[in-house]
């Protein structure tokens, strides 16, 4: 006898739900259930679910083939049931890339319509031959159409029919329908029957605010009472909670010659600072935490650019490696060139990427460096591809989800890449592909590019930015790539808000197309995007605003504003604890703030948070699903990664959503099969309410051995960004090095000492005479600076005494 149908089911996860619908009383925040009789079950949202119905071809009613790529397929509706007559089996017997899904069908009759926000738990009954499995989501945008959503979960292999639940992401705004269905990427197949889509319909709390009004709307500053001791420029957030600042020389070249490097160790717990043994000159190294949570520091300052202008500022070979459980920092072998400002990428399978920089002989590396986690070493230049480009200066270079970079366009120092500024690199290929639409690329100096949250939504956001060596206003620009689309290409973001700037006599609104540049950017755990600090021209002309970008309205939300200045070498960082913490600010005077700010978002301001009380295990793999506990509801739960910031630049900062299955305080986490949205490492795990209040962050461990081994699932890769517009670059021939500037930090050395920027150009409202120039030095507090040598190119010592902007170079017309 044929089994009958019935949806409505009462397992744990329809008990939680259930018995959040009874009479809840709030006291204190919290939502206290009082029970009662079960409620009825919600509708079932799927048509035809268990794909009893036929439709007009080879497919049931209300359901569609889907996918893409080289494979051989079929499509077979079989009497194979879980229940009643059908059940539909999708096998793949030949891949070389792509899938393929049985899909809810793109229509308005079949595809459920579903509400801005709200969240849904998905089930079905499944039967597969492979690992290499996936839940997938698309959902129709009302402006953009049908679209890819997000992949929720890894389904394990099984021989007899098992049941499998997930729970959406919150629905994201302007989307009507959804479809899904369970891709097949590996050879096997896999056998599904009763589909169920239902609402959630848990009650959402009224926040309580636990500050003023004004700190519960826009958050709060505080300055720590004890500032940190070094001239740090790096922060780097370990997975034991500590913070590492690394100041190395601190930008002074008086410390560079004295052999005086540092490093300091903040605990966050205590408010105390420990001084780290600094074997060598760390200023302007680049940085990257390993799999293992060490972090691989890579080159930094061999020399710093000369008073004649003969050399610039010069990059070692030398790498280390500091390993938080000694707190010490550790040699590595060499790398192949010297990299001043180099980027660093971790990528899918632990390795690390590095670009750009500048050499020991001060010219641009095009050499590509390659860290292999396997062999825990750089790899000779001969074992790396290598494309013999310059990348210029901390490009920021953003990992994709098919193992491909994008370079956003964001990089430190004068112009950016020739073409369009902006490029898909592909190390396997060995080709550079340039994207569109990127705004001013020239203007993008110091600017900040950030991975949207969540990472499966493959977008970037670029913010603000300027030209040390033309020295305009710091922009107001953004610029927001989909790299879902198979043409990639910038469009407009919204203006960043405006603040106030302090041209040298205290701070004042900005005013006409003022923006900033040497702006931070860090990813929230509620979802969205801090962006604070800046300054209005090179090293010079603080900008106090901060504001909250929120990815799905695609808006800046201003709130309250850092009371220390943070431009140049500043940083901005998320603590474990859901603040954001900023240090640093270093002039063209040579001076340097100390002061520590400590950021309360609002969202901290809104009662008692979530409790992850805990965690099964904290070592993960690729496809898992990893059990929690919590203290009351959540909304979502998510990785992210933990900071390596220097200069406005972390391409490795992401969040990774991690789709739920909700069974009472249990919620299991279904991790991502794909190592290139979340690299193998240490992470903060988050779990958030539907107010968007943060739990405290757990720390976990992704990847390793065990998470890259033979028998791991096959990262689920989609086919996007494959039809770009452009042709790949012509690559230039290989060479030893590229030209660069002497003078690329945009600082003239013919005054005062490597750690004071005088300017090469001025600012275009300060007019080209000594007096002119000589009133912005002093406003910009300056001091007394000599000339190096007999040339003044500034005209800034017309008597030719040697000493700047005297009184005697001031009496007459001082004309430049």
């Known amino acids: 006898m044929t089994p009958s ?151 394990p292999v099984s021989a007899a029919y098992a049941e499998t639940e997930v729970r959406t992401p919150p629905v994201p705004a302007g989307t009507e329908q959804i479809t899904w269905g369970v891709s097949v990427f590996g050879v096997g197949s896999v056998t599904t029957d009763d589909y169920v889509m239902e609402e959630v319909a848990e009650p959402v709390p009224d926040p309580d605010c636990t500050g003023t009004a004004e700190e519960c709307a826009n958050g709060k500053w505080e300055v720590l009472p004890t500032q940190n001791p070094v001239r740090s420029m790096h922060s780097v957030v370990l997975h034991n909670g500590k913070v590492l600042l690394i100041a190395g020389s601190g930008n002074d070249p008086e410390r560079f010659e004295r052999g005086e490097f540092e490093t300091t160790l903040y605990n966050p717990e205590d408010g105390t600072y420990k001084d780290i043994h600094t074997p060598k000159d760390m200023f302007c190294a680049g940085h990257v935490q390993l799999s293992d949570g060490r972090v691989l520091v890579m080159s930094g300052t061999s020399g710093y650019s000369a008073d004649d202008g003969s050399i610039g500022y010069q990059g070692y070979k030398d790498s280390y490696i500091f390993d938080p459980e000694t707190e010490s920092y550790i040699k590595t072998n060499d790398m192949n060139d010297g990299h001043w400002y180099p980027s660093a990428t971790i990528l899918g399978n632990g390795d690390v990427l590095s670009l750009g920089g500048l050499r020991e002989d001060s010219t641009g590396s095009v050499t590509a460096e390659l860290w292999s986690a396997e062999q825990n070493k750089w790899l000779p230049t001969n074992e790396v591809n290598q494309t013999w480009s310059f990348w210029g200066l901390y490009p920021s270079m953003v990992l994709m989800q098919d193992g491909r970079l994008f ?107 003022q923006g900033k540049m040497y702006v931070s950017a860090v990813l929230l755990p509620d979802g969205k995007v801090l962006e604070t600090g800046g300054g209005l021209h090179n090293r010079a002309d603080p900008v106090f605003e901060t504001s909250i970008f929120d990815p799905e309205t695609e808006t800046f939300d201003q709130v309250a504003t850092d009371p220390e200045a943070r431009g140049y070498h500043s940083s901005a960082f998320l603590l474990p604890d859901g603040r954001v913490m900023t240090t640093g600010d270093n002039p063209g005077d040579g001076s340097w703030n100390h002061n520590v700010s400590v950021y309360t978002p609002p969202y901290l301001l809104k009662g008692e948070r979530p409790e992850i009380t805990s965690v099964i295990n904290k070592e993960w793999k690729y496809g898992d699903t990893q059990r929690i506990t919590v203290d009351r509801p959540i909304a979502k739960a998510e990785l992210i990664k933990p900071a390596a910031v220097t200069h406005s630049s972390d391409p490795n900062q992401r969040f990774v959503d991690l789709p739920l299955t909700v069974d009472g305080n249990n919620i299991d986490l279904n991790v991502t099969s794909n190592p290139n949205l979340a690299p193998p490492g240490w992470y903060m795990l988050f779990a958030v309410d539907a107010n968007g209040v943060p739990s405290v962050a757990e720390w976990v461990k992704l990847g390793g051995p065990a998470a890259l081994a033979e028998d791991a699932p096959t990262p689920h890769i989609h086919d996007f960004a494959g039809e770009p517009e452009k042709s790949a670059k012509k690559l230039p021939k290989k060479r030893e090095s590229a030209p660069v500037s ?46 190096n040598g007999k040339e003044d190119p500034l005209s800034l010592d017309p008597n030719g005494d040697g000493k700047v902007c005297t009184k005697a170079d001031l009496k007459g017309k001082g004309k430049g």
């Not at 639409?437 to 300027?466: C, H, N, Y």
């Not at 290409?489 to 701070?507: E, I, S």
């Open 5 to 155: 149908r019935t949806y409505r089911r009462t397992t744990p996860r329809r008990r939680f739900r259930t018995a959040l619908l009874a009479v809840g009383v709030l006291t204190g925040g919290l939502l206290i259930s009082v029970p009662q009789q079960e409620a009825a079950a919600a509708p079932n949202l799927i048509k035809n679910p268990g794909f009893e119905t036929a439709g007009a071809g080879d497919m049931p009613a209300c359901w569609t083939q889907s996918g893409w790529g080289d494979n051989d397929f079929t499509f077979e509706a079989v009497a194979d049931a879980h229940s009643g007559a059908k059940a539909m089996k999708v096998e793949l017997t030949r891949r070389v890339d792509g899938d393929r899904k049985a899909l809810i069908t793109e229509s308005a009759e079949c595809a459920p319509t579903v509400a801005e926000g709200k969240q849904y738990d998905l089930s079905l009954w499944y039967k597969s031959t492979t690992p290499d499995t996936s839940v997938t989501l698309f959902r129709k945008d009302a402006t953009a159409g049908w679209q890819y959503w997000t992949d929720l979960k890894t389904l």
């Open 407 to 513: 370079y956003s366009g964001s990089h430190v120092f004068g112009n950016g890449t020739p073409g369009t500024g902006a490029s898909i690199y592909d190390y396997d290929a060995n080709t550079i592909t340039d994207v569109p639409g990127l705004q001013k690329k020239d203007e993008r100096d110091q600017s900040a590019s950030v991975l949207l949250p969540p990472a499966q939504d493959q977008k970037v956001l670029t913010i603000g930015g300027g030209n040390i060596d033309s020295n305009p206003d710091g922009n107001r620009l953004t610029d927001i790539i989909d790299l879902k689309e198979a043409n990639p290409a910038y469009r407009n973001g919204p203006l960043l808000p405006q603040g106030k700037v302090d041209l040298g006599n205290g701070p004042v609104d900005q005013t006409g197309d």
């Open 742 to 787: 002497t003078q690329v930090s945009g600082c003239d050395r013919h005054y005062g000492s490597a750690n004071v920027c005088v300017p090469t150009v001025f600012p275009k409202t300060v007019a080209a005479t000594t007096a002119a120039r000589c009133e912005w030095l002093a406003d910009h507090d300056y001091g007394r600076l000599r000339v």
